[in-house]
Each structure stands twice: as C-alpha cells, then as structure tokens.
C-alpha cells in the first residue's frame, strides 16, 4: 500500500536501491512494475489493467525493457556471494548520497565492492563532489556498471499518460549497463595509481562526470 518509489523519491533512485539490497546477505525480494518503471502504486484491488506480457512484440515486455536485463545481473551476483563464502558485510558512506558497500570472503580474503550513487530527490545537472576512493589490495575487473537517467523535460512524472489497456511503464528513461569490464573500458572510474601484482600501496579511483546519481559500479 505505499506509493512508487518513483514517487517518493527519483527515477535515478530505483537502481541504486536495487542494488544495494542485493549485496545484502540475507533473502531479498521485489515486485511487479519496480522494473518496468511504473511511476505510480499500482492497486491490486482495483486495478482492471493487466500486466504486459513477455515477447519481443510491440507493447511487450522482454530482457531490454528498463531494469530487467539489470535485475538479473544484480540477482545473479547476490546468489553467487552466497554460494562463494563472501560472508561479511561493511557498509561505508564515501559523502551524503553515496554508499560503498562491501562483501568479503574471509577464507580468500578476496571482495566484492559495490559504490552506489543514490538519488534520493530529482536529479539536477549539480551534485555532491566524490573523493577518491584508495582500495587495499589488486583490482580484478568490473562485474558489471550502469546508469539510469529519466528526462523530466521529454517524460514529467507528473504528466505520465497511463495505458487504457495494459500497465505501462516510462518509455524515454536512458540506460546504460554493460558487464565484465577492464577498469580501463569503465565509464564510471578511471584508476590513477598502479594496479600490478608487485605494487603494495593502496589502489586509487576516481570517478568521472558520468557517476551521476542513479549510478552504480
């Protein structure tokens, strides 16, 4: 019975939300229309509209429609930290929308860090400066990045025109996702230290213009 979370806070939000909870060590859940964008609470009770189906057809939905393709790659990750003994749990605050959040396997003593860029208001071209971030130990690779941003001048929440027949989502929000990546092929980060086995300080990144609220890595 709670309102969007397009609603309450930002389109950007909806990702960095998504992938936060899915570093978390424990089950984790969604719902219809989280992923498909729906910018308003969807009733239950009163709904009369049906969801749209799966299919590469016109008014369908499939894996490049809004999250999904995302949604999968983040509950893929969540189950294998599980699987792989990555236990321990931390959780950082690099400035006041920000988050690091790091799973670690005691055994190997290897991590998954996962730096989310929040958006809890409507996104503006202006936003929090990010200090480097120094990481111990040898940058492997980038499970995966991506970015949302929702055009409020093309697309206004306020305005969204909803579907007579089916249940729709935003159409004009833009994505960018892509998986396993070289620290070089990031968009989000560049790295300004070394990054070979026989180096011993600390790793250092830093991150572009393009880590934008509704950005995580």
Not at 75 to 103: C, P, W, Y
Not at 172 to 183: A, D, P, R
Request: charged share 25%; aromatic share 10%.
């Amino acid at each position: 019975d709670n309102p969007s979370e397009i609603e309450r806070r930002s389109v950007e939000d909806l990702l960095p939300r998504s992938a936060c909870v899915s570093m978390a060590n424990s089950s984790i859940g969604s719902y219809r229309g989280y992923d498909e964008l729906v910018p308003h609470y969807i009733d239950v009770v009163h709904e009369t509209r049906f969801y749209v189906k799966w299919g590469f057809e016109k008014q369908r939905i499939n894996s490049k429609t809004a999250l999904i393709s995302i949604r999968k790659a983040l509950n893929k990750l969540h189950i294998e930290l599980a699987q792989q003994g990555f236990n321990q749990l931390m959780v950082d605050q690099l400035n006041t929308s920000t988050l690091l959040i790091t799973r670690h396997n005691i055994a190997t003593h290897q991590s998954i860090l996962l730096i989310s860029h929040t958006s809890f208001y409507q996104v503006n071209e202006k936003w929090e400066y990010i200090s480097p971030l120094s990481i111990e130990g040898i940058i492997d690779d980038i499970i995966l990045e991506a970015i949302i941003n929702h055009p409020q001048d093309k697309e206004p929440i306020r305005n969204f025109q909803r579907s007579n027949d089916y249940i729709n989502g935003l159409e004009h929000t833009k994505i960018y996702f892509k998986e396993n990546l070289s620290i070089e092929q990031s968009q989000c980060i560049r790295l300004t230290s070394p990054n070979s086995p026989d180096y011993t300080g600390y790793r250092t990144i830093e991150f572009t213009d393009n880590f934008r609220p509704g950005s995580i890595i």
